[in-house]
């Protein structure tokens, strides 16, 4: 069974930073693809970033290139995302999400697990 546990959400100024973390039970954690969405309401839920599984490879969605950063540490079973020049926009439930194929890493359907999601909120 794997189970992913987000943490590190909050409240936060425009411009400010929070830096989010999942940790991952699962023997399998190295082989795995991550990612983070995100859910405002009323809106679908949408692609954040991924990481492959030996972190060679990073993935971005364009809102988010240049002020967001995925890392993972495979022998700590966790996933961050620094979160840096945070905009009112970002504001949303954050989800980690872990997968076992290697394809379509910014569809969240391709993903195999998913943790309860962090709130995070940005004042203007």
């Known amino acids: 069974q794997v189970q992913l546990v987000e943490s590190g959400g909050g409240l936060v100024q425009a411009g400010g930073s929070l830096r989010l973390s999942c940790a991952v039970s699962?023997?399998?954690?190295?082989?795995?693809?991550m990612g983070w969405f995100r859910q405002a309401p009323g809106k679908e839920r949408e692609f954040v970033a991924a990481?492959?599984?030996?972190?060679?490879?990073?993935y971005y969605a364009d809102s988010v290139k240049g002020r967001f950063a995925i890392s993972r540490d495979n022998a700590k079973k966790t996933v961050d995302l620094q979160m840096n020049g945070l905009k009112p926009e970002d504001t949303a439930v954050y989800y980690c999400?872990?997968?076992?194929?290697?394809?379509?890493?910014?569809?969240?359907?391709?993903?195999?697990?998913w943790g309860q999601g962090t709130q995070v909120t940005v004042s203007s």
């Open positions: 999400a872990a997968k076992t194929s290697t394809i379509m890493v910014r569809t969240a359907s391709s993903y195999n697990y």
């Open positions: 699962g023997r399998t954690f190295s082989t795995y693809g």
């Open positions: 990481i492959s599984w030996g972190a060679g490879s990073t």
